[in-house]
Structure formats: structure tokens, C-alpha cells
């Protein structure tokens, strides 16, 4: 057993280095078929992850298991290049900022050829242009393909606004933005420090603080008007049989996605600086001022208390500012259905599927997408749980929410399309789409 045992690694050495010298030669597709047999004997070695990654990658194959072969490879010495090959793995998942993480890294390297220069170079400025040309190649290969997800979960847009700004919505465009109030008496909730919370502007110690609050307000109303319009869109848009009229309003709700996931990232990092500032100043404050400014509080409390119960309920509702750490936080899962009813050819994206418990930092993830994206399960017949979101009857636009969502942190959402409710390929999704 043990002659067997060694005369079996010394194969394996050899086919190895074969492979290698195949793989230095340009001849990936050979290579990789060695490295393949290798890695199934040693599926912990390094270096035969880096070479199976690397001939994977030079061959145009973009999954989570070729992605996983460098990231194993990588908690060894591995080769220099391998900074090369996980930015094209993450350049066709269109994450251009960890595509040009690694290529700049691998820019750094001395000695580059001018052709291999030119080479990443030109991926580089395509990161900067987002243009993606490993993307059918991804589309082919993940179209049959179960990623790995978790469960998401959906919140309220109406709790970021009042009646009278849900009746004015139809008549705000897509790209108006809403003015900065300058009323100072307006009823807010900005808390600060466990002790101190702002009831209205007036209430800010800075004025750098309550003119970055005012902007991020302005924001969070706009967003939450924005992801009420989508979802109105999306409504027409499932309703709607007429083809041309349907692109035109898909183009419409990719442009309000995009504005929701611009908002939000502003809206947030305006609240924070707000807060950043407001903390530092009560840090430095003195007791008597913290004292007196909790007495305030107390007076305004009790004041509001002692006034009308339905008065009180309106001013706890039309609070016109969330707590960042709210709109960071968890989102109550939503109830999975069944199956889907959808008629014809739908495309969604598929965020995950899941079949046992969900680990924490997933859910974390999903918890922020479903803050601007609402999100739909079904359980298939092999009982996992199958996470998506968005229902397009074309693969131009599919893509293209595709890549937002990938953007908005969910690095493996890939394209399905299904026909009168089931799943079907890519392939015959193209050709029923040419039909019609």
C-alpha cells in the first residue's frame, strides 16, 4: 500500500509539472484538464489551485469554484500573477473596484512586458469605462448554475414619508430633487448619544452639523419618493403586454435604481457626519449645558404626553429622520411563497439559493439590499429556497440590473429567465425572446 501511495504522488508530481510547462507554453485548455485530475488528489495544495485557477480564467470560465481555487491558492505564496487573474474574475462579475484593486497591484510589478502592460492597461480603463467584455461568457456559464444565498427580506418605503408627501409623489420626475428645509421648528428625531436626541433643527449645536442633517433629510425623503415611483413602475410594468412600452419603462426604473442606491449612500454618509459632529461637541460639553439641555428634553416630553393621544401618535410617525444605524440594520424576513404565477418569459435576478441556516454576515448583506429592492422567493422542487428580484421581459435590461445589483455588493447575482412560471435556459429563453 505504501509503494502504491508514493508511486501515485510521484504521478501526480509529474503530471504537474507537464501541466505547468503546457500552461507556460499558452496551451491552457490542456492544462487544465491536468490540473483538474491533480486537484481531485490533492484538492489542498496551493499550487495546483493557482495553476487550475489561472488556466480557468485564461479559458473564460468565471464561477464561484474558479473564484475559490485562487482564493485557496492565495493563503499560501503563491505567484505574482495571481493579482492578475482575480482581477479579471471580479472585472466579469462587474465589481469594478476589486477589479482594479488587484490590477493596480499587479501594475505595481517590476519588469512587465510592454505587451503585458498594454494588456492590463487597457482592463483597466474598461473598469473605469464599466464595460465587461468576459460577460457572456458569465451569462453561458451561470445560467444552470445554484449559487450559494441567503434570505432577504423587504421594508416599508412608506415609513420614510407622511400622507402629504405620499399624495404629492406623482408629481416629482424621476431626477428632481427635493429642497433643504429651512424650518427650523420642523419635528425630527436625530439621535446623538444614548442621552441626547434632537427633537427639531434648532436643537443642533454646530452649524456645519445641522446643514449636513438638513441635506441628508432632504435625501432620505427624496429616497423614499423614489422607491415608491419603482415600485408603481414595476407594477405597470408586469401588467403591461405591449413590448415597446415596456422597454421604455424598464429603462425608467433602472435610471430611478440607480438614483435609490445613489441617495441612500449619500443620504447615510451626510447623517453619520452629522452626527460625528454633534457627538464631538457634546463630548466636549460642559455638565451644566448637558444638564439643562436634558431638562429641555424632559419639558418637551412631558409636554407631548399631555397633548391630544392622536397628535402624539402623528408626530412619532412623521418622523422625518431615521437613524443611520436603522437604515444599516436588520429588515424583517418576508414569508417565502410557494411558486411563482408569472405568465410568458420573465427575467429575474437571482440573489441566492438556500437550503439550510443562514450564516450572519449574509444576512447582513441582504438586509441592506432589500432597503432599495424588493425581493421575491420560491422554494423548487429539490426544497431550496431560491432568492431574486426584479421581473424583466428582455435580457438587455436583465443585464443591466444584473450588474447593479452585483455593484450593490451581491457579487454572484446572475440572470434566470423562466417561462409561465419555470425555470428555463438561457438558450431557449433567446430563442422564445426572438418570437416574439
Known sequence: MLISVLVSAQDTEESVAQAIKLFDSGRYRDAELIFKNALNDNPESAIINYYYGASRTENNNFTNSDLESLIVANQDESPIKINYYFGIQYHARSNWERALKFYNKYNSVPHLSEEEKQDLLEKIQQCYDKKNPFEEYVLQQNSEEIIPGGVVATVSESSLLDESELASEEQIPVNETIPVSENENETIKFQVNNEISYLNLSHFRTEEGKSLFKQGNAMQKELGLALIKTEKLREKYNFTKNREEKKLLGQDILTLENKTYTLKREATQLLIQAKNLEYEYWQNASSSEI???????????????????????????????????????????????????????????????????????????????????????????????????????????AIKMQNQVRQEGVEDAFVVPYFNGKRISLKEAKELEGKQ
Request: no cysteine.
Open 291 to 397: 444638564d439643562a439641555f436634558a431638562e429641555e428634553l424632559d419639558q418637551i416630553k412631558k409636554a407631548q404626553e399631555t397633548s391630544h393621544t392622536e397628535e402624539k401618535d402623528s408626530l412619532v410617525d412623521s418622523t422625518t429622520y431615521i437613524n443611520p444605524d436603522i437604515l444599516l440594520g436588520e429588515a424583517q424576513f418576508i414569508t417565502p411563497v410557494e411558486e411563482q404565477k408569472e405568465s410568458d418569459l420573465i427575467y429575474k435576478i437571482q440573489i441566492g439559493a438556500y437550503s439550510r441556516g443562514l450564516p450572519a454576515y449574509i444576512k447582513r448583506l441582504y438586509d441592506k439590499l432589500s432597503l432599495i429592492r424588493k425581493i421575491e422567493n420560491y422554494t423548487d422542487e429539490n426544497g431550496i429556497v431560491v432568492y431574486t428580484t426584479g421581473n424583466l421581459t428582455n435580457l438587455e435590461d
